[in-house]
């Protein structure tokens, strides 16, 4: 147990809140109350519960603008797109609150007379969330809204370094009516976490785990999941690649990769890892982008910015460290300097003051290519690859080489590079045109290889994460009717043939 202090990444003299970390055991006991209370959850019907997260999407939207000004305060997000995560989190409640009165079962023909089959879909149990502090709101609410939605109930650790925001979130779902032991929010750090974890495992307290943070600490998750016989969502990172054709619209892919690789300070884990060029455009694409990043705005994060602050100085110094990855051999272009940006190493045009905060220059490298570590190392910072190739094979080759596979996005006007891209990338989500990062709350979203293991979150699909499939058959003939062995016998004649 320790007092962890929470600042604002733009102004390290504004505490945000304090906060008293919970012990292996503390942990342990939230999964112990949670696993008490979910039978008595998974009671109440699931329109009613559904009921339930539409009341937390109705307050979540009337509290919209201070929920955004607490995200933008905590972890430095600019303030519309903070209010872009918030309405992430009211568009996951419109989806699942009509899901209370789907959540449909099958009815399923047998092999024998009087005899029936159906399919039920059943809560999962407890279901253990850990997140991240990039999106303190909208990725928690994937996890919470369905789990709730599907009678389970929730532990939820959020990240220590938002913990305001995950106590504003949780109030909100509280104040919307999910009981308090349903939902249990508990700050620890990363191994009271697992300890605590792997206790409530050991005590069948645990039936699943949701995890969305580094590609290290999603294995361990995994393992640990694994040796308890339990299935781990895990949401990994990401060396997103974008692969630009020489058909392509230029500008359009300029705007996208300025988004994609600087939008939240490159903090998302769709964020743009390498922008991979056409020989015969690569030129022009990387003046037309380094322009475009020279001359953004970066700064104040309440002020209209393409990025503000790193999420936390040890965000900034997980991004120095990256920048050591850069060799002699690449080129370095973006901004007047590299690392922390200061009244010392300013920045021209920078928006507030650079001092007060933890602001990071931006940083593309040119000459990535297979064997550097910048090409297989998933940076998480304003720092972006640059790299040429020559056919679409080549660029899919580079796309995948690195064996992560989250998101994946190409910009060409062809339909045949399209289709060969969509069908021989790995990721989970393919973009078109557009950036690697911003994906809708409805589709699924998840990785493979480094990235995950295959499951996936949002929309319908989630729905497999925290529900069970139940079989179900009654045989209403009389007698033991024993399948495969006493179905019908259908007699046909094999030798037929047409007479020719
Ligand atoms: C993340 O960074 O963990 O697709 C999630 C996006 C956002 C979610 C990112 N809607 O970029």
Not at 142 to 166: D, F, I, Q, R
Not at 222 to 231: I, M, N, P, T, V
Request: charged content about 20%.
């Amino acid at each position: 147990m320790s007092s962890l202090e929470s600042r604002n990444p733009a102004d390290l003299s504004d505490l945000v809140t304090t906060v008293t970390t919970a012990s292996s055991a503390e942990v342990c006991a939230a999964a112990a109350s949670a696993h008490a209370a979910q039978p008595g959850w998974a009671e109440v019907p699931a329109p009613a519960r559904g009921r339930v997260i539409a009341q937390v999407g109705r307050l979540v939207e009337a509290n919209k603008d201070a929920l955004a000004a607490l995200v933008t305060r905590e972890v430095g997000k600019p303030y519309r797109e903070a209010l872009g995560e918030v309405q992430e989190v009211i568009d996951t409640c419109d989806f699942f609150l009509g899901e209370g009165r789907r959540l449909y079962g099958q009815t399923v023909p047998s092999e024998m007379a009087d005899k029936q089959l159906f399919t039920y879909r059943e809560p999962v149990g407890t279901a253990f969330i850990i997140t991240a502090a990039n999106f303190p709101a909208a990725v928690p609410s994937w996890y919470l809204v369905p789990a709730l939605l599907c009678g389970n109930c929730v532990v939820w650790k959020p990240s220590e370094t938002a913990p305001a925001v995950s106590a504003a979130l949780t109030d909100l779902f509280r104040a919307g009516g999910v009981p308090e032991h349903v939902l249990q929010t508990v700050v620890a750090e990363g191994q009271q976490t697992y300890d605590g974890l792997e206790a409530a495992l050991g005590k069948g307290l645990v039936q699943k785990i949701g995890f969305t943070g580094s590609t290290d600490v999603g294995r361990r998750i995994g393992e640990l999941a694994g040796r308890h016989l339990q299935s781990a969502c895990l949401e990994l990172g990401g060396k997103n690649p974008m692969v630009v054709m020489p058909d392509a619209d230029l500008d359009l892919a300029v705007e996208g990769a300025l988004f994609g690789g600087f939008g939240t300070a490159g903090q998302r884990c769709t964020s743009l890892g390498t922008l991979w060029a056409h020989e015969d455009v690569a030129d022009e694409l990387l003046s037309r982008y380094v322009a475009a990043i020279e001359q953004a705005a970066i700064g104040d994060p309440v002020q209209d910015v393409l990025y503000g602050p790193m999420i936390s100085p040890a965000y900034l110094d997980r991004h120095e460290k990256n920048l050591g990855l850069v060799t002699d051999r690449h080129r370095v272009h973006g901004s007047s300097g590299t690392g922390r940006i200061t009244t010392a190493n300013p920045r021209a045009g920078f928006v507030g003051d650079p001092d007060a905060g933890v602001f990071a220059h931006p940083t593309i490298v040119e000459g990535v290519r297979p064997g550097d570590a910048l090409y297989d190392t998933e940076t998480f910072g304003p720092l972006v690859g640059f790299g040429r190739f020559s056919s679409l094979d080549e660029a899919l080759e580079l796309a995948n080489g690195h064996g992560y596979g989250l998101s994946a996005s190409i910009y060409t006007t062809s339909p045949e590079s399209v289709w060969r891209f969509r069908a021989g990338v790995g990721a989970g989500m393919v973009s078109v045109n557009n950036s690697t990062s911003g994906a809708e709350a409805h589709l699924p979203f998840g990785g493979n290889g480094r990235s995950g293991n295959g499951s996936r979150q949002s929309g319908l699909w989630v729905l497999d994460q925290f529900t069970r499939w139940q079989a179900v058959n009654w045989d209403w003939s009389g007698r033991l009717q024993k399948a495969q062995m006493d179905v019908a016998d259908l007699p046909y004649d094999a030798a037929f043939r047409l007479a020719t």
